[in-house]
């Protein structure tokens, strides 16, 4: 069997209709999957009132990892199969039983030293950093936008669509698909198949651009 698929999934620019879509299309998944939810309108709302009240960065990161908890509690009242996990033991558990685990990511990433406390590692960051906790593990990166072909990572951190943590906090062996509105429509069918959404994109640790995923 193939490993497991780490889906991060955030909300801040998926309209409602398209947010209920993909986690449909996630639930149909033959491969073990776990949901890693971005901060969504939450995290925003972290960033706005730190320039207004004045509080720093480290207050402001473990704010935007309960942030990513409240999106993922909130993906979990959308779906049948999804269940709230804090621990590698928890995730471990759910998908044991069928059940798709949504990461609540403050218990494990408050104490690991090598993930930053700061802006530059988003949840983004995170996903990658919780593939590389699962030898095999494949991240897929749902975004608002369709990227074009021929880029790799490094290129794809240059324009922001990813954070600048995200090559540091990569494990060399993790596979990166990337999703958008484009790949809605067919996700679940290729979940079912065992088929990652989007396409897979090189990470700089020696792989080929292997373009899009199979059909």
């Known amino acids: 069997m193939d490993g497991i698929l780490i889906v991060k999934f955030g909300g801040s620019s998926v309209s409602p ?3 209920v879509r993909w ?7 033959d491969r ?11 995290a925003d709302t972290v960033r706005q009132y730190q320039s207004q009240v004045g509080f720093d960065d480290d207050a402001a990161h473990h704010m935007a990892i309960l ?5 993922g509690r909130a993906l979990v009242s959308l779906g049948d199969k999804l269940l709230p996990c804090a621990t590698e033991e928890a995730i471990s558990s759910a998908l044991a039983e069928g059940r798709i685990p949504v990461w609540m990511p403050t218990k494990l990433v408050l104490r690991a030293c090598e ?4 802006w530059s590692t988003t949840s983004d960051s995170l996903a990658a950093w919780l593939a590389g906790r699962f030898p095999g593990a494949t991240l897929c990166l ?23 943590s995200f090559e540091h906090l990569l494990h060399p062996a993790t596979r990166v698909h ?7 429509a067919l996700a679940g069918k ?17 792989d080929e651009l292997i373009g899009e995923a199979a059909q």
């Open 142 to 164: 749902i975004k608002p936008i369709d990227l074009p072909e021929g880029r790799d990572i490094a290129a794809i951190s240059a324009a922001g669509v990813v954070d600048s």
């Open 32 to 42: 073990p999957l776990v949901l890693v939810p971005g901060g969504g309108p939450f």
């Open 67 to 71: 942030a990513m908890e409240q999106f």
């Open 115 to 118: 993930i930053g406390r700061d």
């Open 190 to 206: 290729r979940l079912a198949a065992g088929i990652v959404p989007g396409r897979e994109v090189a990470t700089g640790h020696g």
């Open 17 to 19: 209709p398209d947010l």
């Open 23 to 29: 986690v449909r299309a996630l639930e149909e998944s």
């Open 178 to 184: 990337f999703a958008g509105p484009a790949d809605l």
